[in-house]
């Protein structure tokens, strides 16, 4: 089964046999529509968020006006998906004439690493991010770093949370996370965006590449829909044949982040009453050297998604300096090449051993790729849901620890 859609190519022929069975899909598909018709708004948010761009525009110009440099805070679904594009998407020259901070570990390194980055600008920008607003880890964070001169921006619930409240009493300028879009399914909000926008990236094209998603995704039979057959494939994997641990290995660093974000988005949306895979992630020739000689001949419980790049044209070719006649295949030849052969190399091995593999070629990694690919995996991973029989949008395993937390700090001897 291969589809080339206009933004990428997905072969899931090398996954093996995986019975599609036309109940189960048309089951999970209904359920799934009617939570997407009612309460659950991340699979149209592409469109609705368009009306939210001026807002998110001005006040990425505006901090860039009257700053040098930016922190970002946010953890999990308020931290992922934008760091995603902005380690995927910004360029070199925006790093380093506008460098971003992003703390989401709050540990005593952290602060001293953001005091440091602090001191060596002239002026900070700070930007809070956290849905809930009540996340004491990032509250904490914020504390640490806002000074009396800072004026933050917050993007948070539009009406609940310490956020809000103090959005509220201090005037600070804010923007919404949508009621209906949770942490983890948050990035194409202004959670992603507003980042996403202070890193120079266009999220205009980020927009429009999971609109075309949405478009062409929606358009499908759910029997032939590719984001319903990946998740069919992974479910069938696991629970039939053991497969569950479930990893993406992208062979491009800067899409590394992008295997962090699918990682949260399958772990805390499935990993629920007992069931759901664990997802894991990997990166390109990196862990080709080291986690591939266990995909081969470990246990044979785990599958492999490979994410690549086919385009060879951004790599430049160069003449080594020193001689080496036996290896004269290699100079000349783009590094993407080299880095898509690896990549054809590793799944031609993992099938020789009957390891269940999986591929995604984007054309060229950029705005529009990536915005289809998050949007792309948020329906495969909401479908996936309802074939596991959990619900996709809750985790209560993250709120309790979150109250626990709360408890231990506020019981303190
Ligand atoms: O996906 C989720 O809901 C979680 O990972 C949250 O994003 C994470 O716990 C942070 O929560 P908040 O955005 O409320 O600070």
Redesign the pocket.
């Known amino acids: 089964m291969k589809w080339d859609l206009k933004e990428f190519r997905i072969d899931l022929s090398t996954l093996g046999n995986f019975p599609v069975e036309l109940d189960p899909i048309n089951k999970a598909h209904e359920k799934l529509s009617a939570r997407l018709r009612s309460d659950i708004g991340f699979f149209d948010c592409p469109v609705k968020v368009r009306s939210l761009l001026p807002d998110i525009h001005k006040q990425a110009k505006a901090l860039r006006a009257r700053h040098d440099r930016v922190v970002c805070l946010?953890?999990?679904?308020?931290h992922l998906g934008a760091w995603t594009l902005i380690e995927a998407l910004r360029t070199p020259q925006d790093a380093s004439t506008f460098p971003l901070c992003w703390g989401s570990n709050f540990d005593p390194p952290f602060v001293e690493r953001a005091r440091h980055f602090l001191k060596e600008g002239t002026s900070t920008a700070l930007v809070v991010?956290?849905?809930?607003g009540n996340?004491v880890e990032?509250l904490s964070a914020f504390a640490q770093l806002c000074d009396k001169q800072t004026q933050p921006l917050l993007i948070t619930d539009s009406k609940s949370g310490e956020l809000r409240r103090l959005a509220n009493q201090y005037g600070w300028p804010t923007l919404p996370v949508p009621e209906n879009i949770?942490?983890?399914f948050s990035v194409l909000t202004a959670v992603g965006l507003l980042p996403a926008a202070l890193a120079g990236i266009d999220i205009e094209s980020v927009l429009s590449g999971a609109i075309a998603m949405h478009e062409y995704l929606q358009g499908c039979a759910p029997q032939d829909n590719p984001a319903y057959l990946l998740a069919t494939a992974k479910h069938s994997l696991h629970v039939r044949s053991g497969y569950a641990m479930q990893y993406l290995m992208p062979y491009w660093s800067s899409l590394r982040p992008f295997s962090d974000w699918y990682v949260?988005l399958w772990a805390?949306s499935l990993g629920k009453n007992g069931r759901g895979p664990s997802p894991a992630a990997a990166l390109g020739s990196q862990d080709q050297h080291s986690l591939l000689q266990l995909f081969k001949d470990g246990p044979k419980n785990k599958l492999i998604g490979f994410v690549n790049v086919t385009d060879e044209t951004k790599t430049s070719v160069k003449n080594p300096v020193f001689e080496s006649p036996d290896f004269s295949y290699l100079w000349n030849i783009p590094v993407g090449r080299l880095n898509r052969l690896a990549c054809d190399s590793t799944q031609t091995s993992l099938g020789r051993s009957g390891v269940p593999t999986y591929r995604i070629d984007l054309p060229s990694l950029n705005a529009r790729t990536l915005g289809a690919l998050f949007l792309f995996f948020e329906l495969s991973c909401a479908f996936a849901a309802e074939l596991y029989g959990v619900n996709a949008f809750d985790?209560p395993g993250?709120e309790e620890t979150k109250q626990l937390l709360r408890d231990a700090l506020q019981n303190q001897p």
């Open positions: 946010g953890i999990g679904g308020s991010i956290s849905k809930s996340t990032t949770g942490g983890r949260q805390e985790q993250v």
